[in-house]
């Protein structure tokens, strides 16, 4: 069984910038939720994608979107780059099973995201 | 707006003392994880509880959920270096299929 992995593992961009964030999902797994953590803070929701579409959001501007894969990897885009984005980018893997019910999820390593 | 407060935010104790971290929230949560994070790294779970009052041991580690599922606590016995760490609480509500992340602890315990 292979864990949750994320690319890059840090990353440099300038303000204005467009950046895209990858993450293979946990075998076996079909949601995937991005999280953005800021230094010293807990991580903050952005969304969620379970069988391709976006399955709930977190108070974050459209210029972040996202994408999930047929074989569940996803994708966080993030465009129009400001310095407080910058932060460490998360993402977790987890299983809905039947309706409403989510298993546990685990977390990716996380790319960091410096904004200059 | 659901919100989960931590408390302490910030803990430095000697090895072999004992400590709680508490996690409270004014929202009822389907279930309640605690991580602990490692600088630079993911967080990493420790463990889940559904049940109101539900008690889990993890070695040194024990995690209470509250009757009615709005709070948490961790209490580590013994403390250790390696231990250090910042400890995390999330609730899940099914309704929304989202987590919210507490605060943090930011624990360190010095040999």
């Known amino acids: 069984e292979t864990g949750v992995t994320q690319s890059p593992t840090h990353l440099i961009k300038t303000r204005g910038q467009q950046v895209t964030l990858r993450c293979s999902s946990q075998?076996?797994?079909?949601?995937v939720s991005w999280y953005q953590q800021a230094l010293g803070q807990g991580p903050q929701f952005i969304f969620q994608?379970?069988?391709?579409?976006?399955?709930g959001r977190g108070n974050f501007p459209p210029r972040f979107s996202g994408l999930q894969f047929p074989n569940y990897s996803s994708e966080l885009n993030v465009n129009a780059l400001e310095l407080d984005d910058s932060a460490l980018y998360l993402c977790?893997?987890?299983?809905?099973?039947?309706?409403?019910?989510?298993?546990?999820?685990?977390f990716g390593p996380g790319t960091r995201l410096l904004v200059l | 707006t659901q919100l989960l407060e931590q408390s302490p935010q910030f803990l430095s104790i000697q090895e072999g003392e004992n400590l709680t971290v508490y996690c409270n929230s004014s929202?009822?949560?389907?279930?309640l994880q605690w991580y602990r994070q490692e600088p630079g790294e993911g967080p990493v779970l420790l463990v889940t509880v559904v049940t109101g009052g539900e008690v889990k041991k993890l070695k040194r580690l024990t995690f209470q959920f509250g009757d009615a599922r709005k709070d948490s606590s961790l209490h580590i016995t013994a403390a250790q270096p390696g231990d250090t760490g910042l400890y995390l609480c999330?609730?899940?509500?099914?309704?929304?299929?989202?987590?919210?992340f507490g605060t943090g602890t930011r624990l360190k315990v010095l040999a």
């Open positions: 977790a893997s987890s299983r809905l099973a039947g309706e409403m019910v989510e298993e546990t999820q685990y």
């Open positions: 075998s076996g797994h079909n949601t």
């Open positions: 929202s009822v949560f389907s279930s």
């Open positions: 994608y379970y069988r391709e579409e976006e399955n």
């Open positions: 999330a609730g899940f509500t099914s309704g929304t299929y989202k987590y919210i």
